[in-house]
C-alpha cells in the first residue's frame, strides 16, 4: 500500500493553499476588521467557519465520495444536481469571481496612478481580459509557469504585509459600526461567503484528491486522510492571513476610515507603511495573483460547460471572458453589492449539501433525506437572497420572523427540522427496493 511522505503532504498542503489563495482571500478580511472595531477577534471567528472551516469540510466530503460535484449531488438526481453545479460554476465564473479578479488588480496596481475613472478602468480590464484569454486558449506549460512563481512571491509578500500589521499598525482598534456591535460573530460568519472559497471548493475539491492519487494512493480512507491534511495545511495559512489582515483593517480606521472596500485599506496600510516603492511591489503581486485566479477560473468552467453543452471550450472561454470584462466594468464595490444576495441564496444550499454528505453513513436511503431538505434550503436561500437585494416585499412575512431572518440565517432552524423529520422517516422506511436489489 502506497503511503506519503511528510513533504509529499506538506506540497499538496501548499498546493491546496495556493488553490484558494485568491483576490477574495485578501480584500475582505481588511473591510471587515476595519467595521468591526473593537469585536474585530470574533466577526474574525465567524469569518473563520465559512472562509476556512467550510471549505476544508467540502474537500473532505469530496474525497470521501471520491470523485467530482456530481458525486456529491447524485442523491438529488441527474437534473438538480447538474442546476446547483451552473450556479456554482457561474458564480466563481463570469458572474462574480473572475471579474472581480480584474477590478481587484485595477484597484490595487492602476487606480492609485489614473484615479477611479471609468475609461482607465475599461482599457485596463480589455488588456486584462485579452491577456487571461490568450492564456486560457493556449495554457500548456505557461500557467504552471507563472502559478510557480508567482505563489511564493505572494506568500513572501503576505509574510511582509502580515507582520507588519502585527509589529507595526497604523494605529490603535478603532470603533464598531453598528451591525458589528449588535452581531459580530454573524456578520462575520456572512463576510466569509464573499471569499467563495466554499464554491471553489466543490470544483477543486477534486483536483485535491486526483493530485494524491497520482502519487500512487489508491485507498479510499487514506486518500480522504491525506486530504484532510492537505486541507488542514491550507486552512492553517489561511487563518493566519485572514487574522493578520482583520488586525490590520480594525488598526487602520485612522488612514482608511472612509475606505469603501479592502482594495482601498490596503492601498492606504501599505502606502503609509512602506511608501510608493512597497505599494508598486504589492501591485504588481496582486496583479499577478489576479491573472493566474482567472485563467484557472475561466479554464475550470470552459471544461465543464462545453461538456454539458454542445458547444466547444474555445467558444465557452471567449464567451465568458467577453461578459467578464462588462462584469468587471461594474466597479468593485458595485461588483460586491450585487454578488451578495447571489452568495446569501446560494450558500445554504452549499452548507446543507455539505453536511449532508459529511453524514451519509447516517441514511437508510440519502434521497429521503437530501430532497426535502436540500428543497427547503433552497426556498429559504432564495427568501434571504431576496430580502438581502432589497425585494423585501416578494418575502413572505412569516420569513422575516423567524429567528437570525434579520442576518439572513432565517433558514437554518427550518433546514434543521426538516432534517430531523427527514431522518426520522428514512429510518421508519427502511431500505428501498431499489437498494435492496
Given at each position: 500500500?502506497?503511503?506519503?511522505?511528510?513533504?509529499?503532504?506538506?506540497?499538496?498542503?501548499?498546493?491546496?493553499?495556493?488553490?484558494?489563495?485568491?483576490?477574495?482571500?485578501?480584500?475582505?478580511?481588511?473591510?471587515?476588521?476595519l467595521a468591526a472595531g473593537e469585536h474585530v477577534w470574533r466577526a474574525a471567528l465567524g469569518f473563520l467557519l465559512t472562509g476556512v472551516g467550510l471549505p476544508l469540510l467540502t474537500v473532505v466530503a469530496l474525497a470521501?465520495?471520491?470523485?467530482?460535484?456530481?458525486?456529491?449531488?447524485?442523491?438529488?438526481?441527474?437534473?438538480?444536481?447538474?442546476?446547483?453545479?451552473?450556479?456554482?460554476?457561474?458564480?466563481?465564473?463570469p458572474?462574480?469571481?473572475?471579474?472581480?479578479?480584474?477590478?481587484?488588480?485595477?484597484?490595487?496596481?492602476?487606480?492609485?496612478?489614473?484615479?477611479?475613472?471609468?475609461?482607465?478602468?475599461?482599457?485596463?480590464?480589455?488588456?486584462?481580459?485579452?491577456?487571461?484569454?490568450?492564456l486560457a486558449l493556449n495554457p500548456g506549460r505557461l500557467v504552471d509557469s507563472i502559478g510557480k512563481f508567482i505563489t511564493p512571491v505572494l506568500l513572501s509578500a503576505l509574510l511582509v504585509l502580515g507582520g507588519a500589521a502585527i509589529l507595526?499598525?497604523?494605529?490603535?482598534?478603532?470603533?464598531?459600526?453598528?451591525?458589528?456591535?449588535?452581531?459580530?460573530?454573524?456578520?462575520?460568519?456572512?463576510?466569509?461567503?464573499?471569499?467563495?472559497?466554499?464554491?471553489?471548493?466543490?470544483?477543486?475539491?477534486?483536483?485535491?484528491?486526483?493530485?494524491?492519487?497520482?502519487?500512487?494512493?489508491?485507498?479510499a480512507a487514506l486518500v480522504t486522510r491525506y486530504s484532510m491534511i492537505a486541507g488542514s495545511i491550507a486552512a492553517l495559512g489561511l487563518s493566519l492571513v485572514y487574522l493578520a489582515l482583520f488586525y490590520l483593517g480594525a488598526t487602520s480606521q485612522g488612514i482608511a476610515g472612509e475606505a469603501q472596500n479592502g482594495v482601498q485599506i490596503l492601498t492606504a496600510y501599505v502606502q503609509h507603511t512602506f511608501g510608493t516603492a512597497g505599494s508598486l511591489l504589492l501591485a504588481v503581486v496582486i496583479t499577478l495573483a489576479c491573472l493566474t485566479t482567472a485563467v484557472g477560473l475561466l479554464t475550470a468552467c470552459g471544461e465543464f460547460f462545453s461538456k454539458l453543452l454542445p458547444v466547444s471550450y474555445r467558444t465557452v472561454v471567449l464567451v465568458f471572458g467577453a461578459f467578464s470584462l462588462l462584469v468587471a466594468n461594474q466597479g468593485l464595490t458595485q461588483l460586491i453589492s450585487l454578488s451578495v444576495p447571489v452568495l446569501v441564496g446560494l450558500y445554504p444550499l452549499a452548507i446543507v449539501l455539505i453536511a449532508?454528505?459529511?453524514?451519509?453513513?447516517?441514511?437508510?436511503?440519502?434521497?429521503?433525506?437530501?430532497?426535502?431538505?436540500?428543497?427547503?434550503?433552497?426556498?429559504?436561500?432564495?427568501a434571504d437572497g431576496l430580502a438581502a437585494a432589497g425585494f423585501n416585499g416578494l418575502v413572505p412575512a412569516a420569513f422575516a420572523k423567524l429567528p437570525l431572518a434579520h442576518q439572513s440565517l432565517g433558514w437554518l432552524l427550518p433546514v434543521l427540522a426538516v432534517l430531523v423529520i427527514s431522518a426520522l422517516v428514512?429510518?421508519?422506511?427502511?431500505?428501498?427496493?431499489?437498494?435492496?436489489?
Open positions: 500500500m502506497t503511503r506519503l511522505k511528510g513533504s509529499d503532504l506538506l506540497a499538496l498542503g501548499f498546493m491546496t493553499f495556493a488553490l484558494f489563495l485568491g483576490a477574495g482571500n485578501i480584500i475582505f478580511p481588511p473591510s471587515a476588521g470521501r465520495v471520491g470523485g467530482g460535484m456530481d458525486r456529491l449531488t447524485a442523491p438529488l438526481g441527474k437534473r438538480a444536481g447538474a442546476m446547483l453545479a451552473v450556479a456554482v460554476y457561474l458564480a466563481i465564473g458572474l462574480f469571481a473572475t471579474p472581480r479578479t480584474a477590478v481587484v488588480s485595477f484597484e490595487m496596481g492602476v487606480a492609485p496612478f489614473t484615479g477611479e475613472s471609468g475609461i482607465a478602468l475599461f482599457v485596463y480590464s480589455a488588456a486584462y481580459f485579452a491577456a487571461v484569454l490568450f507595526a499598525p497604523a494605529g490603535e482598534i478603532g470603533s464598531a459600526t453598528q451591525a458589528y456591535q449588535a452581531a459580530p460573530l454573524v456578520e462575520g460568519f456572512l463576510q466569509g461567503y464573499l471569499t467563495m472559497d466554499t464554491l471553489g471548493a466543490l470544483v477543486f475539491g477534486i483536483v485535491i484528491a486526483t493530485a494524491i492519487r497520482d502519487r500512487g494512493v489508491k485507498d449532508l454528505s459529511l453524514a451519509d453513513r447516517l441514511w437508510v436511503d440519502p434521497r429521503r433525506v437530501f430532497v426535502p431538505t436540500m428543497a427547503v434550503a433552497l426556498v429559504f436561500g432564495v428514512d429510518r421508519l422506511m427502511g431500505k428501498s427496493v431499489e437498494a435492496v436489489a
